[in-house]
T-cell receptor, first 114, second 112 residues
Framework: DGGITQSPKYLFRKEGQNVTLSCEQNLNHDAMYWYRQDPGQGLRLIYYSQIVNDFQKGDIAEGYSVSREKKESFPLTVTSAQKNPTAFYLC?????????????FGPGTRLTVT | KQEVTQIPAALSVPEGENLVLNCSFTDSAIYNLQWFRQDPGKGLTSLLLIQSSQREQTSGRLNASLDKSSGRSTLYIAASQPGDSATYLCAVTADSWGKLQFGAGTQVVVTP
């Protein structure tokens, strides 16, 4: 089955610790994205990547870092510099093929920092 | 900067009634518009994608229209069922990188 997997589903961390969220896709998509969702709000873009070894900051990149060493993987690190890290994190991927840039989402990781 | 608005924020209807969800965006220069469904604590499921050159898309009981010039899209769900209860999000792709700009969503409850 093709799709996007995110792990873990729930993550708990203490303040001051870095944490890495996993995102893997087997859809052969070139583009991958990380979004953050807070209660009652829409999704906001953190980082995105169009090709391997290249990525761009989104609207709320401060306190986050990413890497794109393989086409199928796009891990997100939430650093201790992120002021309000508790949120629901969603990974997505898309292709330039028709239908152009339709995005597919993973199941999400809920991060709680105390 | 592109802004996407969804009104109302919440909606409750009796089973069998048709649902009408609204989405507006400030910049008409979009590549496409997607409607998503999100169940509590879950990821997003893509419902319909409308390319900028299209006026509407249909899938089963769902129909979405797009009026780029007025910056509006409407999602119609016919003969609603309790299983349609979820949050519905619209998002526009406004640049060639494929980045989505989301609305805050409409939370729908269909009562039996």
């Amino acid at each position: 089955d093709g799709g996007i997997t995110q792990s873990p589903k729930y993550l708990f961390r203490k303040e001051g610790q870095n944490v890495t969220l996993s995102c893997e896709q087997n859809l052969n998509h070139d583009a991958m994205y990380w979004y953050r969702q807070d209660p009652g709000q829409g999704l906001r873009l953190i980082y995105y990547s169009q090709i391997v070894n290249d990525f761009q900051k989104g609207d709320i990149a401060e306190g986050y870092s990413v890497s794109r060493e393989k086409k199928e993987s796009f891990p997100l690190t939430v650093t201790s510099a992120q002021k309000n890290p508790t949120a629901f994190y969603l990974c997505a991927s898309s292709t330039e093929q028709d239908p152009w840039y339709e995005q597919y989402f993973g199941p999400g990781t809920r991060l709680t920092v105390t | 900067k592109q802004e996407v608005t969804q009104i109302p924020a919440a909606l409750s209807v009796p089973e069998g009634e048709n649902l009408v969800l609204n989405c507006s965006f400030t910049d008409s220069a979009i590549y496409n518009l997607q409607w998503f469904r999100q169940d509590p604590g879950k990821g997003l499921t893509s419902l319909l994608l409308i390319q900028s050159s299209q006026r509407e898309q249909t899938s089963g009981r769902l129909n979405a229209s797009l009026d780029k010039s007025s910056g509006r899209s409407t999602l119609y769900i016919a003969a609603s069922q309790p299983g349609d209860s979820a949050t519905y999000l619209c998002a526009v792709t406004a640049d060639s990188w494929g980045k989505l700009q989301f609305g805050a969503g409409t939370q729908v409850v269909v009562t039996p």
